[in-house]
Nanobody, 126 residues
């Protein structure tokens, strides 16, 4: 049975940093792309970053140079290091796993992902 555990969200001041973690069990984690999405109140879910099975990464323009995605296949986990946070980064952040294995380049489209974490809230405010 597929299970997710997300953590690391919280309240941070503008310019601060947070590190989100997502662990999962119940499938061959190392074979799938994983991603982070976010959704702010009243807005559509937005792809933030993804990393494919081989470690190739992709970022939304809005977070390039500020966020870093990584994965540890030994721990079935992915991480999102968020730096220089802005108020517009405030949202619920979700990790997700691709529907197919061995995608050569991960995508930031929600329809590509078939399993989702429960979400963790990130609030950037002074």
């Amino acid at each position: 049975q597929l299970q997710f555990v997300e953590s690391g969200g919280g309240l941070v001041q503008p310019g601060g940093s947070l590190r989100l973690s997502c662990g999962a069990s119940g499938f061959d984690w190392a074979l799938y792309d994983v991603a982070w999405f976010r959704q702010a109140p009243g807005k559509e879910r937005e792809g933030v970053s993804c990393i494919n099975f081989g470690g190739r990464t992709n970022y939304a323009d809005s977070v390039k140079g500020r966020f870093i995605i990584s994965r540890d296949n030994n721990k079935n986990s992915t991480y999102l290091e968020m730096n220089s946070l802005k108020s517009e980064d405030t949202a619920t952040y979700y990790c997700a796993v691709d529907k197919i294995r061995f995608r050569l380049r991960c995508e930031l489209a929600a329809e590509s992902y078939g399993a989702w974490g429960q979400g963790t809230q990130v609030t950037v405010s002074s």
